[in-house]
Nanobody, 129 residues
């Protein structure tokens, strides 16, 4: 089991920055991929950025490449913190952002929601133009 708690959302003007954090607690976190997803009203959930092996493997949606950076602070194999640094924010980045963790059999940074059975409660990001 993995528990995930996000923080850091808020409101910002276009061009600004926000840093999201997700505290993960559970077992064998080092063997799990972790990722950020987002969902805007009326739209499908989108994989934004994924990470595996503390950043040895990362993946980004084309819409955020060059603007968002995913990273991880490893405390131990039972607790770590995932971050999403978001720069040059656009109005279309407005969404609820969710942190997710995979099963302990990951081998890459996935961006498909099907690979992630554990989810946080979400944190809202609103970008005004």
């Amino acid at each position: 089991q993995v528990q995930l708690v996000e923080s850091g959302g808020g409101s910002v003007q276009a061009g600004g920055s926000l840093r999201l954090s997700c505290v993960a607690s559970g077992s064998v976190l080092s063997r799990r991929a972790m990722a950020w997803f987002r969902q805007a009203p009326g739209k499908e959930r989108e994989g934004v950025a994924g990470l595996y092996r503390s950043g040895d493997s990362t993946a980004y949606a084309d819409s955020v490449k060059g603007r968002f950076t995913i990273s991880q602070d490893n405390t131990n194999d039972n607790t770590n913190t995932l971050h999403l640094q978001m720069n040059s924010l656009k109005a279309e980045d407005t969404a609820m952002y969710y942190c997710a963790a995979s099963r302990a059999t990951a081998d890459e940074a996935y961006l498909s929601g099907d690979e992630y059975p554990y989810w946080g409660q979400g944190t809202q990001v609103t970008v005004s133009s």
